[in-house]
């Protein structure tokens, strides 16, 4: 479990709680066998809860385009 957290990317929060990845990743020794072990229990009981994503796009010109008619002309922004 600690090496998949560690694999989590930088800057971004996975649920609602707003708890960031660079925070999982600084403490995942001390969290991992927890974590482990609370999914195990859910696993022996059948309890599997409904996990709700959402997420916010934000959708930002970019500086120096020419045409805003063309899809390029945008990056899109995650926001927690």
């Known amino acids: 479990m600690a090496r998949i957290i560690s694999y989590l990317l930088n800057n971004i929060v996975l649920g609602p709680n707003g708890i960031l990845n660079e925070a999982l990743k ?9 974590l482990t072990n609370m999914t195990k229990a859910y696993f022996t009981i059948g309890y599997y809860p409904q996990l709700r994503r959402f ?18 002309s945008y990056c899109l922004k995650k926001h927690p």
């Open 55 to 72: 997420i916010i796009i934000v959708v930002l010109k970019k500086k120096g385009k020419i045409d805003y008619l063309i899809l390029e």
């Open 26 to 34: 600084i403490y995942r020794i001390f969290i991992a066998l927890w």
